[in-house]
């Protein structure tokens, strides 16, 4: 019997708050015969023995909760880099955003470059993922949120009701969404917001633009999984008006709860709308507007849409599959890289 594949990913062991893409991921994992994973410890990363690391946002490895702490982790990244490098394990990414943050320090970028720089395999959520030619990569779609959130009831569906959830940002652009919707002249909508600001004159921003607006109601506090479901279930069409949407996991909680979604069209939303099957992803051009809410609403109101969308491609089961079979390529190509 062979020895399990080890994979040291590059989050902790998951807590309450960690990202529930990062929890069925480990889950995932760890169900996926012929693998092991290690959640991170600098110690079990710096000591421990594994055949491929894995990491999903690498500037965190860069972060510390005071220079000091910062400075001690960016140290300890070089440390591991030469270890990675000397030991030739091979570094896999996930790619789940299209460009480095911002706001990082100078010695942060050229540690990520590095990073970058040597990391053999790469994983893009999506098909409009891409990277540079001849990069070793493959495609693996962001898992279903089916499971995570079927212990929840759902909701009695209201109807004529828009809703929005999540971490409420700039980007974001909730204030377009509450503009647009206040220029809708129908007195039966409704509108729920629930979500957390990222600052207080964002919230503020919020409060008087839907103060006077009886049809709009704000949550504007951190919701739990079960008021997300209720929120969620208890629309007829979830509006996401981001002003840069790649790879959405808002879009796909709400597609688990069968609530169908209007989001800006770009290429990876068109591509979903394909996957999933008609009436789920609708698209708007330009800026979000009062007539791109009207018409989104009558089409989600028309009979003849399935009962669910189609999320077969994405089932957690495949995701560890796949990603098995990324790390084993990894693997396969890494004494080409070094040996070049």
Same mark, same amino acid.
């Given at each position: 019997?062979?020895?399990?594949?080890?994979?040291?990913?590059?989050?902790?062991?998951?807590?309450?708050?960690?990202? %529930?893409?990062?929890?069925?991921?480990?889950?995932?994992?760890? @169900?996926? $015969?012929?693998? #092991?994973?290690?959640?991170?410890?600098?110690?079990?990363?710096?000591?421990?023995?594994?055949?491929?690391?894995?990491?999903?946002?690498?500037?965190?490895?860069?972060?510390?909760?005071?220079?000091?702490?910062?400075? @001690?982790?960016?140290?300890?990244?070089?440390?591991?880099?030469?270890?990675?490098?000397?030991?030739?394990?091979?570094?896999?990414?996930?790619?789940?955003?299209?460009?480095? $943050?911002?706001?990082?320090?100078?010695?942060?970028?050229?540690?990520?470059?590095?990073?970058?720089?040597?990391?053999?395999?790469?994983?893009?959520?999506?098909?409009?993922?891409?990277?540079?030619?001849?990069?070793?990569?493959?495609?693996?779609?962001?898992?279903?949120?089916?499971?995570?959130?079927? @212990?929840? $009831?759902?909701? =009695?569906?209201? %109807?004529?009701?828009?809703?929005?959830?999540?971490?409420?940002?700039?980007?974001?652009?909730?204030?377009?969404?509450?503009?647009?919707?206040?220029?809708?002249?129908?007195?039966?909508?409704?509108?729920?917001?629930?979500?957390?600001?990222?600052?207080?004159?964002?919230?503020?921003?919020?409060?008087?633009?839907? #103060?006077?607006?009886?049809?709009?109601?704000?949550?504007? =506090?951190?919701?739990?999984?079960?008021?997300?479901?209720?929120?969620?279930?208890?629309?007829?069409?979830?509006?996401?008006?981001?002003?840069?949407?790649?790879?959405?996991?808002?879009?796909?909680?709400?597609?688990?709860?069968?609530? %169908?979604?209007?989001?800006?069209?770009?290429?990876?939303?068109?591509?979903?709308?394909? =996957?999933?099957?008609?009436?789920?992803?609708?698209?708007?051009?330009?800026?979000?507007? #009062?007539?791109?809410?009207? =018409?989104?609403?009558?089409?989600?109101?028309? %009979?003849?849409? $399935?009962?669910?969308?189609?999320?077969?491609?994405?089932?957690?089961?495949?995701?560890?599959?796949?990603?098995?079979?990324?790390?084993?390529?990894?693997?396969?190509?890494?004494?080409?890289?070094?040996?070049?």
């Amino acid at each position: 019997m062979t020895s399990p594949l080890v994979v040291q990913q590059s989050f902790p062991e998951p807590r309450s708050t960690t990202n %529930p893409y990062i929890v069925m991921l480990r889950d995932a994992l760890a @169900a996926t $015969p012929e693998l #092991q994973v290690q959640t991170f410890s600098w110690r079990r990363a710096l000591l421990g023995r594994y055949d491929v690391f894995h990491a999903h946002w690498p500037e965190i490895l860069t972060e510390g909760s005071s220079p000091a702490k910062s400075a @001690a982790k960016q140290l300890l990244l070089v440390v591991l880099l030469v270890r990675l490098r000397l030991r030739r394990v091979p570094v896999v990414r996930t790619q789940h955003n299209l460009h480095v $943050p911002s706001g990082l320090s100078w010695r942060q970028r050229v540690l990520l470059r590095w990073f970058d720089h040597q990391t053999s395999y790469r994983i893009g959520l999506n098909e409009e993922t891409t990277f540079a030619p001849g990069t070793p990569s493959t495609v693996i779609p962001h898992g279903h949120y089916r499971t995570w959130f079927q @212990a929840y $009831p759902a909701a =009695e569906r209201r %109807p004529r009701t828009f809703g929005y959830f999540g971490l409420i940002r700039r980007y974001k652009n909730v204030e377009a969404l509450l503009g647009a919707f206040g220029a809708v002249p129908e007195e039966d909508v409704r509108l729920r917001v629930g979500g957390k600001p990222s600052s207080p004159e964002l919230a503020d921003t919020l409060r008087v633009l839907a #103060q006077t607006d009886p049809r709009v109601h704000l949550s504007l =506090e951190f919701l739990s999984d079960a008021e997300l479901v209720d929120l969620v279930t208890g629309c007829t069409l979830v509006v996401l008006p981001y002003l840069h949407m790649h790879n959405s996991g808002g879009v796909l909680a709400s597609l688990s709860l069968d609530t %169908p979604v209007l989001v800006p069209a770009n290429a990876a939303n068109a591509a979903l709308a394909a =996957e999933v099957g008609p009436g789920w992803v609708l698209q708007y051009d330009g800026e979000l507007g #009062q007539e791109h809410l009207v =018409e989104a609403l009558h089409e989600v109101e028309r %009979p003849g849409r $399935p009962s669910q969308p189609d999320l077969s491609r994405r089932g957690w089961d495949r995701v560890g599959r796949q990603h098995l079979e990324a790390y084993r390529s990894a693997l396969a190509g890494v004494g080409r890289r070094y040996s070049s």
